[in-house]
């Protein structure tokens, strides 16, 4: 097994932080910014990544905070998350927690939640 130093896994992780400001709760997996934003968006909002730090069990994480009472654009069923530099960029993408069933007009909160990786390869 190979070890890497917090700063080596903290550098990707920073990037995350200073450029992903936009989550978006989708209807499926997004391949691209545009999909992620608009064909899949079913609701967005605005996020503050914390700094990297200690994740459980080893390595390094970003926390991308909960949100709540964001306004539902799309009527569908939610069943992934987006992180994107809110211009051009998809940055992640993960399932949800648990698929809903949302309908345009209402509103929706997600759960904070972790993106890293550990410090053995």
């Known amino acids: 097994m190979a070890f890497l130093i917090d700063n080596a896994l903290d550098s990707g992780l920073s990037w995350i932080?200073?450029?992903?400001?936009?989550?978006?709760?989708?209807s499926q997996a997004p391949t691209t910014y545009t999909e992620a934003t608009s064909?899949?968006?079913?609701?967005?909002?605005?996020?503050?990544?914390?700094?990297?730090?200690?994740?459980?069990?080893?390595?390094?994480?970003?926390?991308?905070?909960?949100?709540?009472?964001?306004?539902?654009?799309s009527t569908g069923t939610?069943?992934?998350?987006?992180?994107?530099?809110?211009?051009?960029?998809?940055?992640?993408?993960?399932?949800?927690?648990?698929?809903t069933a949302i309908v345009a007009g209402n509103t929706f909160t997600t759960n904070a939640f972790a993106i890293g990786y550990s410090d053995v390869a």
């Open 17 to 26: 932080t200073t450029n992903g400001d936009r989550l978006d709760i989708c």
């Open 39 to 73: 064909t899949y968006s079913l609701g967005t909002a605005a996020v503050t990544i914390a700094s990297p730090s200690d994740k459980s069990g080893g390595g390094r994480e970003v926390i991308i905070p909960a949100v709540t009472n964001q306004s539902v654009t």
């Open 78 to 99: 939610s069943t992934h998350w987006a992180i994107t530099d809110g211009a051009s960029t998809l940055i992640a993408w993960g399932l949800l927690s648990a698929s």
